[in-house]
T-cell receptor, first 112, second 112 residues
Framework: NAGVTQTPKFQVLKTGQSMTLQCAQDMNHNSMYWYRQDPGMGLRLIYYSASEGTTDKGEVPNGYNVSRLNKREFSLRLESAAPSQTSVYFC???????????FGEGSRLTVL | GESVGLHLPTLSVQEGDNSIINCAYSNSASDYFIWYKQESGKGPQFIIDIRSNMDKRQGQRVTVLLNKTVKHLSLQIAATQPGDSAVYFCAERWGNTGKLIFGQGTTLQVKP
């Protein structure tokens, strides 16, 4: 059982380039989330999707877009990457009323 | 905006001692709280949760205490082991929106 799978695990971009982080879960969860984690800080919510077809902004949505492609997949897009977006990005999913999130292993993004 | 915060960035304890990690939250509308453990290079893992209508919940070697009067959450780890060394985050859920907001984290170091 793979759980939550993120790709790529590592990526280096130049300022202004675009890219998409992919996330897929195989637990039939309704809700999916994207967080970023910077050194010395906790996880900050970028966007989340309570169910297929819906998305909502989190704490730090600027510079990002998301797509809930279907129930399994939730992608995060950086249209014009900036050095401030250098971070580790985590995708997570949850299946019920509880807040238990299941996290992927993270995607480390560096923007030069 | 309102946020979850932790009192101490680093906690160092002797193996076998009990650990107490604290968390202050400010959103009175939060109805659900969770503690996560994050080991180096990995995504956060669920430890224990508590709903706002409870003040204490126990798990295996862990206890979470909730004091809504002073908006304080704590995680107690009994007989701390080297494997408990990690960063611990508290998180709060904003009402029934599904948004899970994390605090900055406390690093727990266990000395042999």
């Amino acid at each position: 059982n793979a759980g939550v799978t993120q790709t790529p695990k590592f990526q280096v971009l130049k300022t202004g380039q675009s890219m998409t982080l992919q996330c897929a879960q195989d637990m039939n969860h309704n809700s999916m989330y994207w967080y970023r984690q910077d050194p010395g800080m906790g996880l900050r919510l970028i966007y989340y999707s309570a169910s297929e077809g819906t998305t909502d902004k989190g704490e730090v949505p600027n510079g990002y877009n998301v797509s809930r492609l279907n129930k399994r997949e939730f992608s995060l897009r950086l249209e014009s990457a900036a050095p401030s977006q250098t971070s580790v990005y985590f995708c997570a999913s949850s299946g019920g009323w509880t807040g238990e999130l299941f996290f992927g292993e993270g995607s480390r993004l560096t923007v030069l | 905006g309102e946020s979850v915060g932790l009192h101490l960035p680093t906690l160092s304890v002797q193996e076998g001692d009990n650990s107490i990690i604290n968390c202050a939250y400010s959103n009175s509308a939060s109805d659900y709280f969770i503690w996560y453990k994050q080991e180096s290079g990995k995504g956060p893992q669920f430890i224990i949760d508590i709903r706002s209508n409870m003040d204490k919940r126990q798990g295996q070697r862990v206890t979470v205490l909730l004091n809504k009067t002073v908006k304080h959450l704590s995680l107690q780890i009994a007989a701390t082991q080297p494997g408990d060394s990690a960063v611990y985050f508290c998180a709060e859920r904003w009402g029934n929106t599904g948004k899970l907001i994390f605090g900055q984290g406390t690093t727990l170091q266990v000395k042999p």
